[in-house]
């Protein structure tokens, strides 16, 4: 396992939109391994494969407080959504920042786990917000794009600013 780099906006890769995931192998697995590895260490409680400059459709999500609910989604779906609500959300691709999103309350999603078996899963709260927010990810959008163009730039100037005292 290892800890990858994440990519910090306004990278253009996080614009990929990423592929569908078609063999579930052993180097499947090791990235999956590699992604929650990346996601505990930030600390986050998502991370799509986009983020770490990987465009294929894969998420990892661990909502738990104690790190004891991994959850795989690999060519994740969206197949219902019900409801909306606002959540205050964070991004490891936008690191300091918080604002607030409008997304559906409920949701069924269908995907993969990383050995290949498909499921569904009906949820709401924090980890339907979770999933779609991911699912963002792997379509090329970030949650910022749901705030105003203005907000959007300030955070954008903010985060270059510090790359490049950084760097």
């Known amino acids: 396992m290892a800890i990858r780099d994440i990519l910090v906006f306004p990278h253009p890769n996080l614009r990929k ?8 192998d ?3 697995r090791t990235l999956v391994a590699d992604m929650f590895e ?3 260490d930030a600390p986050g409680i998502g991370l799509a494969a986009t983020q770490i400059d990987v465009h294929q459709r894969v998420i990892v999500i661990d909502v738990s407080e104690d790190k004891s609910e991994p959850m795989v989604f690999i060519n994740p779906e969206l197949l219902e959504q019900d409801g909306m ?10 690191p300091g920042f918080y604002e607030t999103v409008e997304r559906p309350e409920k949701i069924r999603v269908k ?5 290949g078996k498909e499921f569904e899963l009906e949820t ?29 730039d300030r955070i954008r100037k903010k985060l270059e600013k510090q790359q490049r005292k950084a760097g």
């Open 17 to 24: 939109k990423a592929a569908p995931v078609e063999t579930f």
């Open 26 to 28: 052993e180097a499947l």
């Open 38 to 40: 990346t996601m505990y």
């Open 85 to 94: 609500n606002t959540h205050e959300e964070g991004c490891l691709s936008v």
């Open 111 to 115: 995907a993969f786990d990383e050995h």
């Open 124 to 152: 709401d709260g924090l980890l339907a917000t979770c999933v779609q927010h991911e699912i963002d990810h792997l379509n090329g959008k970030v949650f910022v794009d749901y705030v105003s163009a203005l907000k959007r």
